[in-house]
């Protein structure tokens, strides 16, 4: 089945849009024109009659975030567009895809969106790992450094992070952004009031940018007729695990998880059986198989309990330890706590070491209640939602997984070296820098 | 005053709050001392106008930066779920014989830095192993030797 390209990557597999000629050539900046003859106010209507919802990861209407920005005789501060370009959620990479197929696109919807919130300062936080995408937006705005024209005396830095999850929040982002430690503020008051240098601030992500000047292009009331309600527009989905065509597919809301899977993912790969599909980004709860039928739109995922989150899908097929997979994806947050918060710093500590304990056969029943406790006694009580998530990540592995879980409480794990997550040497494990080697025998 | 030094002036310039310069200065005194060596966190901090105490509070914070000396290559390979599912750890196990260290270790001739990393951003073109910061996709057990090699060669 072919990709359809339909909205954010429109256009880039026929040509080659890292060229401002190939953008050009198909339209590109006349959105951008388009919007500022437009009133601020105006740009702004039309994003709240698209609904578009944030892509980053909690789906807030992009619109009335603006609309929360106040007018310059409001707040005399100069007023900020930060690009969230962190993408550090486990499964997600639509926003490498996005700025290195797509960057003058979304360099037009950061232009037009300065305009909307009338601001003269764009800056792009983009995970420092990002070296490839990182330069395709360089090179971008290279193109079009002396076209005064076009950036309308806005300027745009890059910055780049340090590699830090937990800079994809976007108060710790800020803190980061500031030069400090990246751990998250207290909100409120929320960054449109006091953002980036206490100023007001609009956060954004990339994809959420990147479909801005389409929207401004065909009308917001056009772009709210694709997808389904409530989940208007298009989506790039990250499809990864074990499938036979990983990759990231632009689709309408509503498509179902199987036909994700199974028609653009080419189903599970060597001829296994899908055992579970993690659904936005490993902060999410997990689905059983059974559950796959389900639209991937927000109200549909929240109605059997899980979310969109950064639209990263992981498909785990039947090889895959399901106690593995919780030491794995508690390892990670337990890595990527910034430690402000005691239950999340340590209760992620705690959940690893009881999962761990359970794989190793040497956990009582007490133990499985246990590790449920640590979770619960995380939930609803950090600063921001990492912790939280991944709480409700691995309770839910338990929750849907209880007679796996059960296994393991005699004799150990049934899967042992035949899940492909078994022993995996993660960073939590590693940091012993050492520099000289201790060969191994 | 050194080149850093005026480098660090430069990109201070390009915020309203001249800390906001402070990842920016430590990757390039990381680059210029391979590591950020007390040393390399001092000029930093000459240069922000920032005390070393103060660099090392932000470094220590971020997973790029290293604090201890590191290879002149960095093999970085991604084991979270989405790599782990394919066969991240099979691309690891073979890095560490090819290259004689265990994760988190660096050869003796002080080449080669391997090491684990939580995502990458490349999920769905598993395994991502990161060579001197460039993606490398695809990678399987068997395509280690062949990049071993190449690194090597690149002296
Ligand atoms: C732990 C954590 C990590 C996050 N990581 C990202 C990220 O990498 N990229 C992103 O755009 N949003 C991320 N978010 C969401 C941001 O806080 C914020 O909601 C988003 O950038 C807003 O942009 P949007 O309205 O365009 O979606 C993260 C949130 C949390 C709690
Ligand atoms: S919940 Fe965790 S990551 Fe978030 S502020 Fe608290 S300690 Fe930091």
Redesign the pocket.
């Known amino acids: 089945m072919a990709e359809p390209r339909l909205v954010v990557l429109q256009g880039a597999d026929e040509r080659d849009l890292t060229k401002l000629s190939e953008y050009r050539a198909i339209g590109g900046y006349d959105a951008l024109a388009k919007a500022r003859a437009l009133a601020p106010q105006a740009v702004i209507d039309e994003l709240l009659a698209s609904n578009l919802r944030g892509r980053g990861g909690a789906f807030f209407a992009t619109g009335r975030k603006w609309s929360f920005i106040p007018k310059p005789d409001q707040n005399p501060n100069p007023h900020y567009l930060v690009v969230n370009a962190d993408e550090s959620e486990p499964g997600s990479f639509k926003d490498n895809e996005i700025l290195s197929r797509v960057p003058h696109r979304f360099i037009e919807g950061c232009l037009i969106t300065a305009h909307a919130v009338e601001s003269k300062h764009v800056f792009v936080y983009i995970r420092g790992e990002y070296l490839g995408p990182f330069e395709a937006v360089r090179d971008a705005l290279e193109e079009i450094r002396d076209d005064e024209r076009l950036l309308g005396g806005v300027t745009i830095v890059v910055h780049r992070g340090a590699g830090a999850y ?1 800079c994809g ?1 976007e108060t710790a982002l800020l803190e980061s952004l500031e030069g400090k430690r990246g ?2 503020r207290s909100k409120p008051p929320f960054p449109a009031i006091s953002g980036l240098y206490a100023s007001p601030t609009v956060v954004n992500n990339v994809e959420t940018l990147a479909t801005v000047p389409p929207i401004v292009a065909m009308g917001g009331a056009a772009y709210a007729k694709l997808g389904v309600e409530n989940s208007t527009g298009t989506r790039v989905v990250s499809l990864s695990g074990n499938l036979v065509r990983g990759g990231n597919y632009e689709v309408a809301h509503g498509i179902t998880l199987r036909e994700l899977i199974y028609d653009l993912g080419g189903g599970i790969a060597e001829g296994r059986e899908l055992k579970a599909v993690i659904p936005g980004g490993s902060s999410t709860v997990i689905l059983t198989a059974e559950e796959i039928d389900v639209p991937y739109d927000y109200d549909a995922l929240a109605e059997v309990g899980t979310a969109m989150g950064s639209a990263g899908v992981i498909a785990i097929d039947d090889r895959c330890c399901m106690v593995q997979l919780g030491i794995r994806v508690s390892e990670f947050y337990e890595h990527e ?5 005691t239950p ?2 340590e209760g992620t500590r705690w959940m690893t070491a009881i999962l761990r304990k359970l794989e190793a056969g040497e956990a009582s029943d007490s133990e499985l209640d246990l590790l449920l406790d640590v979770c619960d006694r995380i939930n609803g009580k ?3 939602p ?2 939280e998530t991944a709480a409700m990540a691995v309770a839910s592995y338990v929750l849907k997984f209880r007679d796996e879980f059960l296994a393991h409480l005699d004799g150990g794990c049934p899967f042992g070296s035949q899940s492909p997550l078994d022993g995996v040497v993660a960073p939590v494990n590693q940091h012993t820098h050492s520099p000289v080697a201790e060969v191994p025998a | 005053m050194s080149a850093l030094h005026d480098e660090i002036r430069e990109l201070m310039a390009l915020y309203p709050e001249a800390r906001s310069a402070t990842l920016p200065a430590l990757r390039l005194a990381q680059e210029k001392h391979g590591w950020l060596s007390p040393e390399a966190l001092r000029e930093a901090a000459e240069g922000l106008g920032e005390t070393p105490a103060y660099c090392m509070s932000v470094a220590s914070f971020y997973d790029m930066f290293h604090l201890e000396p590191v290879g002149r290559h960095l093999v970085e390979v991604c084991t979270n779920v989405s790599c782990a599912l394919v066969g991240a750890q099979q691309v690891l196990e073979a890095f560490e014989r090819e290259l004689e260290v265990r994760a988190g270790e660096t050869t003796e001739d002080g080449e080669v830095t391997l090491r684990t990393v939580e995502c990458l951003g490349g999920c769905g073109w598993a395994t991502i192993v990161a060579l001197d910061h460039r993606y490398r996709t695809h990678v399987q057990a068997n395509d280690v030797g062949a990049i071993v090699e190449e690194l090597r060669a690149d002296g």
């Open positions: 937990i929040e751990q998250p706590s910034c430690g402000k918060c999340c710093r950090c600063l921001c990492l912790g």
